[in-house]
């Protein structure tokens, strides 16, 4: 089963956006994965404005968002995608380096559907990705409202 | 009579003020002697310097009220003998007129044989066991007077006695027999030596009762003089006892603020140090994934083409990188054991132990470990900093007895104090140098090289944070190559 909903990935680090990248590329999803380098960004992407007014309409299949990140954060993001009617069913899951009680905690108040901390071990780290993008991705059944997807 | 004042007890001691401010800045002695003073009281806690404050307010209360009231019932005591004193010199008055009425009668009845003229005579004999016995009860019990009124008595029953004989002659023998003594009285001379003791006791009389008067009055003085000392004294001692409330309030209040500030500037601290780790854990963690990842990458891309040589050098790399990935991981737990809330319960250690066996279960394939787990006691404490200890413990266990053919653990308490349980840890593995000991729970402390045993030496220093926290220490014993034991105390029921 294919779907060409795409996965957004919010990373404002290259380096791990490349990262995450090759681990999604071993499963073939990598060519589904729209990244954004900053919580605007992915707001931008959500509600089809400045470069991505253009874009097909519909939801992600999945988003997966970075805590710590420039101009919004991780957390500000999650807040405004749980507060909007048309975006709260996409699924989030917060990929962060902080493994703090806080963090966690905050996320999961505010209806974050999952919570993955990236491992330093890059084996381990491609392992996450791969499994997080195919089960999201791939395996789990997105939700129906709102998606009106070009599949 | 001596005055009451004179042998009443001296005043409160105003000398000893709990208070050591009066400081006669010129004579060292009693520089010193203050001083002395001072360090006694400094040993006093406020609630015994206050109350020994008031039990000196309480004593001269106790003293000026027993010497005032001994002031003023020799007060009271004077003016009844004042009045007893009045009463008697208007007695001596009275009998004094009544016996010259009847020396007077009797000379009458002399000249004329009217018997109307015996009628004071008769009257004053019949009438003088009365006086008498009045007298008698007006002096009391002063033997000196007692005596004088005896001698007074008899020189008027001699009069009278006299009076009667001539009385007598005159009714028997007729106005001839007694015409000599008619003229001088029978008894002008007695009557006389009767009419100087009543003056001379009047006197007497006169003379104590302005002593009296006189002790009255200085009694008086007395009283109000010391009533006003008294009123002082308090007035002294009850602003010393506010002084030292209100000193050691202010002093309480000022350590409460000087507290408080610290607290502050301690929260603040701590707020800084939870930025620090949190920066800690999300941006040192990030360029380790990077290197290690990239050497991955690396060694994928151009894995085959790459020497031994350079394959190894990539190997380095990304281990060193796990490593490090693996002491921030460690540092953070430390930083967290410190800075987390403790969330009080009580622990079935026995269960406690049981799960982080369990949870250890991977390292533990292929060991022939054999465990000796002891009955092990409830206690105090928060459960998953607990967890964290036994973790440790159990895992350096099993580390350190990695090499052994027959590794063993030993899980035991022992009660030696009341209130307070041992915990240990015992194992055979291979040991360290006691003289090492004092490092065992230092942070970043390792006795071992790291291609003898892996570790980032945070394991034991978690221990003893979490340890200390609940209120317990830690120790450790061992020998080289004969094992160690690890102890650690915990109270077994504490409420904070």
Redesign the interface.
Known sequence: MTTVKPIVLAEDNPRDAELALAAMEEHHIADKVVICHDGAEVLDYLYCRGPYKSRESGNPVVVFLDLKMPKVDGIEVLRTIKNDANLKPIPVVMLTSSREERDLAQSYALGANAYVVKPVEFQQFISAVKELGVFWGVINEPPPGGTKSAA | MEIATQDRPAPPPASAPPVSEPVPKHTPPSILRVERLSTWLAKWSIEQRVLAGFGLVFAGILVISVVSYRNTSVVVQNSRLDARSHELVQLLGSIEEALDAAESGHRRYLVTGDESYLKAHHAIVEQMPDYAHYLQALVGNDLERRERMTQLEQLIKEQLDIEASAIKRRAEQGADAVRHLALPGVAKRELDNIHRLIADLETTEQRSTRARVFQSTSSTRNTIALLGLGALLQLVLLGSVYYLIHHDITARRRVAAELRRKGELLQAANKELEAFS?SV???L??P???I??????LSKTAGQSLNEKAQRYLQTI?DS??Q???L??DL?VFS?MGRQEMLRSTVNVNQLVKTVIHDLRLDLQDKPISWKIGSLPDVSGDPSMLRQVFTNLISNAVKFTGTRPEPRIEIGAMQQVPGEVTLYVRDNGVGFDMQYANKLFGVFQRLHRNDEFEGTGIGLANVRRIVHRHGGRTWAEGALDHGATFYFSLPLKRTT
Do not use: C, F
């Open positions: 949190y854990s999300h941006d963690r990030a380790l994934r990077h290690d990842g990239y050497a991955a990458l990304s990188a796990k490090m990935g693996q921030i991981d953070l967290r």
